[in-house]
């Protein structure tokens, strides 16, 4: 350590300070002729060049000239106050020069040190030198197989050097080292073996070091052209199944969906056909509730249409009633013209003089008495028209009651 | 050793000359510890005052064992004992150089060896040197007759 280079705490007297280097002496010597005091590397270095002691120039002849300067001098430069030189990486020290080598030797933290290991060459602060061993990429780990110490980073090289991991081979039961024991798999001459040929249907099994005899007399081996070429076509064949057979799948899918669609439109579609329908399919409903709205209201028009038709109905009931009533009392005027018919031939074949047949006279009688002031008035123009004819027209009288029956009584009413 | 002593005495001279100038001296430029360049103005009430010089220091890595190459540049002061090519007949730069010396004592001895003078005139020898003489003024055999100015 170049104890020239000390930061003082304190400003130092001028006395001790040497004025070749200009800070404060170390290892100070005195110049005996003239009593100088300088740092004795600086002196020495100084005289070097000239002979001369560098205050005063008189002559110096040789080293042996000085002696180390007063002890008490000695004392005052070693015990000013420094700081640590590692005061910027972060060391707080502060202490006598004289202990200053100790400090950075054995207390400073901040102190830099080489890594141990050589490959390494890392400066680390000595506070993070136990961390950064524990992780160097250089230190040495022991290789668990022949406890031989090995740099980190050549381990995986070793593993396949390592004398101790020997491997048997299971075939031959030679043992080797790792590295080679994958290349003597290869070619082992115990090693179980088929023929080049098993996937074309030879059965040969045998040693590694017979195949070769095997292949001479292998009675595919002469086939072996066309065998490839068979191989080549299967194999070509068999990716173009396996196209085909996802075309399949994807047309299959494409099937299954358009089904599904078929079916879902059926359904909604027997929304309108199926009454039931409209209360158990609540997908058709909600399929087209417009349409389900307009079937709603059709239908409470086609109910009032009934309604008002039942009430029609009850008036034609009435009508029909009063019809018959019409009827009957259409017959009973019959009956009554009837009577007066028999009552009037009654009369004119008493007029001719001729006996009147006895039988149905009483009755007609009576009956001629209900009614002779209506019939006395249409019977005079008869009686007066003709003797000749009177059946005919009695008869022609008779005819339009029959074809008229329902609508006369009306016409006699208005 | 010698090395770090030339680095560690330099910057302690450079913090030194900034932090404390001498009157009349100031440091212009000393970016490496190669050469410097100062300043130098003359002192009132003497043959120089109101001029400025400019002093170049070369240092070679055995300073302070061996003087710094020290001349003028640009303006040269007309002086008995400085050259126009700048360099200066002073025995503390030759010779008469102790390790004890410094860049501020140089300074301080040039300033004074103006501020002595009487007649501004140059070297009676000036234009045979300048002719004859090599770059580095530490080439030249001085002989120092005239310790009075
Ligand atoms: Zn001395
Ligand atoms: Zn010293
Ligand atoms: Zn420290
Ligand atoms: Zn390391
Ligand atoms: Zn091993
Ligand atoms: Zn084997
Ligand atoms: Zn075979």
Redesign the pocket.
Known sequence: MDLNSVVYVESVNSNLICCVCQTPFVDPVVIESCGHTFCKNCITQALLTRSTCPVDRSHISSVNEFRPAAKIIVNMVNELLTYCPNKNAGCTYQGQRQLLIYHLKEECMFAKLACRNEECGEMILKKDLSKHMESCKARMVKCENCEAKVQLSTLEGHKFTCPVKNIECPFCHTTRIQSEHTLHLEECPEKPV?????EFG???EGRQCDLSD??V?????PLKGFFSMYKQRNEALEQENQQLRTNIQELNNTVDLLENQVSAMSDWLSNFTDPKGLSSNSEGQHLNSSAHDILLSGNDHIKNEIENLNFSLVDIDAIMTENMRMQEEIQSVKNICHGLRMQMHYLLMEKRGGEPSVGTTGSVVRTGLNGPIGIGRTVPPNANNSKSGHDTSLESNMRPPRSLGPESPRQEKL | MSNALFTKRLSKELVDLKINPPVGIEVTEADTFKSWKLTLDGVDGTLYAGERFTLEFRFSPNYPMESPEVVFTGNIPIHPHIYSNGHICLNVLYNQWSPVLSVRSVCLSIQSMLSSCTCKEPPPDNNHYVKTAKASPKQTQWSFHDDSV
């Open positions: 088929t023929c080049l040929h098993v030879c059965s040969w095997h292949i007399s292998c009675s595919y081996e």
